[in-house]
Structure formats: structure tokens, C-alpha cells
T-cell receptor, first 111, second 114 residues
Framework: AQRVTQPEKLLSVFKGAPVELKCNYS??????LFWYVQYSRQRLQLLLR??SRESIKGFTADLNKGETSFHLKKPFAQEEDSAMYYC?????????????FGRGTQLTVWP | DTAVSQTPKYLVTQMGNDKSIKCEQN?????MYWYKQDSKKFLKIMFS???????INETVPNRFSPKSPDKAHLNLHINSLELGDSAVYFC?????????????FGSGTQLSVL
């Protein structure tokens, strides 16, 4: 069965420090991984997806199939990065169009 | 010019009542979804429609009935509301029902069942 695990419910760092939000997954097929973010008083929105291999707002995430991980990283955190971050997974076949979300990590960046 | 809009934003009601949440998207997308976020912020898919056709129906009680009059609208009707239905319900849409599609979310409807 598919599963997304975000082990940290809360994560706090100081401005300028590196930040890594962990995401591990379990999926028997070929996964597609995403990070969604919800800033305070805003709607949930896509941050990045592994297939695009992009860097958004300084964040990157690499899919590691050996470790079944898709950790989100940023070398220098900013206060405006404070938000709720969700890792999500989907795959081809029966899960087409169905996103499985982790429980989210609330990131707080202190000044 | 909101992309995905859902109403109402807040809904407080008594157990046993029937209520509806409406969702509309003006993005021209083919696929729409309903997600439920529980008190622990866990998001779980409930339904998905593609061009008015139901394509995903998770193990949701049949008190929940989605209705899609056209591909721009996906409403959620809930009969005989229970305390456990209290949650935030998010509508979302995507251009297609494909695995790598970006989802656009509404701002959520906070349902409180008393």
C-alpha cells in the first residue's frame, strides 16, 4: 500500500540556517512525488515536483529511490518560508490522479 | 478572478442535518477533487471527477454524495451529519487526471458539527 511519512510535525530553524524537511514513502510502483505548501491564511499550493527537477524559492528535493525518500532542502532559510509543508505521492495505474499526502510539517523560521 | 472557489468558508450545523458545499473552478480544468483534512491536518482524497464522470471514490460513507453538473463545478452534499464529519474540506482541480498534474486548491470549508 502507498504511504507517505513526514516524521517531523514541527520544525524550527533560525533565519539563514539550512533546513531539511523529511519525507519517506512506500509505493510498489513508479512514484511521482510532490511538495505542497500552505502559507498562513493562504491556500495549499504546489511548491515543486520531482519530475520537473526544479528549484522553487531556493528549495530543492531529490527523489532517492534507494532510500525511498524525497526530502525538501533549502540552504538558507528565510522568515517567509514559515508554513505548513506537505509531501505527496501519486503513481500511474489505479492511483492515477489520486494524491496521497503526508501529515505535514509545520516549519517556523525565527528571525 | 479566484481560480478555485468554494462556499461557504465556514459551516456550523447540528448533528443529523443535511448540508452542501459548493465548488467552482474557472481554469477550464477537466478534473476536480474533494479532499478532507482532519484535526491533525491529515489530507485525504475523497472523490475525483473527470469531465463530470466519477473516477475516484475512496471508502467514504455513502452519506457523502458528490455532484458535478458540469466540469467547472463539483458540489459535495452530506446527509445526516455526524460529529466525526467535522473537518476542513478542500476542493481542488487539475487540468487532467494524470499523475504529474499540478493541483489547484480552494481555500477550504471548515465544517463544525455540534
Amino acid at each position: 500500500a502507498q504511504r507517505v511519512t513526514q516524521p517531523e510535525k514541527l520544525l524550527s530553524v533560525f533565519k539563514g540556517a539550512p533546513v531539511e524537511l523529511k519525507c519517506n514513502y512506500s509505493y510498489s510502483g513508479s512514484p511521482e512525488l510532490f511538495w505542497y505548501v500552505q502559507y498562513s491564511r493562504q491556500r495549499l499550493q504546489l511548491l515543486l515536483r520531482h519530475i520537473s527537477r526544479e528549484s522553487i524559492k531556493g528549495f530543492t528535493a531529490d527523489l532517492n529511490k534507494g532510500e525511498t525518500s524525497f526530502h525538501l532542502k533549502k540552504p538558507f532559510a528565510q522568515e517567509e518560508d514559515s508554513a505548513m509543508y506537505y509531501c505527496a505521492l501519486t503513481g500511474r495505474g489505479s492511483t492515477l490522479g489520486r494524491l496521497y499526502f503526508g501529515r505535514g510539517t509545520q516549519l517556523t523560521v525565527w528571525p | 478572478d479566484t481560480a478555485v472557489s468554494q462556499t461557504p468558508k465556514y459551516l456550523v450545523t447540528q448533528m443529523g442535518n443535511d448540508k452542501s458545499i459548493k465548488c467552482e473552478q474557472n481554469l477550464g480544468h477537466d478534473t476536480m477533487y474533494w479532499y478532507k483534512q482532519d484535526s491533525k491536518k491529515f489530507l485525504k482524497i475523497m472523490f475525483s471527477y473527470n469531465n463530470k464522470e466519477l473516477i475516484i471514490n475512496e471508502t467514504v460513507p455513502n452519506r457523502f454524495s458528490p455532484k458535478s453538473p458540469d466540469k467547472a463545478h463539483l458540489n459535495l452534499h452530506i446527509n445526516s451529519l455526524e460529529l466525526g464529519d467535522s473537518a476542513v474540506y478542500f476542493c481542488a482541480s487539475s487540468q487532467r487526471a494524470q499523475s504529474n498534474e499540478k493541483l489547484f486548491f480552494g481555500s477550504g470549508t471548515q465544517l463544525s458539527v455540534l
